[in-house]
Nanobody
Framework: QVQLVESGGGSVQAGGSLTLSCAAS????????????MAWFREAPGKEREGVAS???????TYGDSVKGRFTVSKDNGNNTLVLPLDSLHPEDTAMYYC???????????????????WGQGTQVTVSA
């Protein structure tokens, strides 16, 4: 089991910045530790969910096509946090941003189109013109 808590959302003007963080709390399993992929998604009203970035248990990063290279994700392994700085924001970036996690053999990440098993409550990002 993993619990995910997002933070860092808010309201900014176009061109502003926000930094999102996802804190993961993973239950220790003794001799059977679980390896998790962690990812950021976003979902705007009336729009399909989009994958932003994912990081597998080995640190491999995959970016979603929708972000067009605009964002960079980093992971604090010691604190099990996934940090997503959002810079030069546009109104089209307005969405609920969700942290997600999934456990696959080897700790690899599923595709963004696949259903992740664990989700945070989300943090709202609102960008005004």
């Amino acid at each position: 089991q993993v619990q995910l808590v997002e933070s860092g959302g808010g309201s900014v003007q176009a061109g502003g910045s926000l930094t999102l963080s996802c804190a993961a709390s993973v239950a220790a399993s003794g001799s059977r530790p679980r390896r998790y992929c962690m990812a950021w998604f976003r979902e705007a009203p009336g729009k399909e969910r989009e994958g932003v970035a994912s990081v597998d248990s080995a640190g491999k990063i995959t970016y979603g096509d929708s972000v067009k290279g605009r964002f960079t994700v980093s992971k604090d392994n010691g604190n099990n946090t996934l940090v997503l700085p959002l810079d030069s924001l546009h109104p089209e970036d307005t969405a609920m941003y969700y942290c997600a996690a999934e456990s696959l053999p080897g700790g690899t990440c599923p595709s963004f189109a696949s259903n992740f098993g664990f989700w945070g409550q989300g943090t709202q990002v609102t960008v005004s013109a």
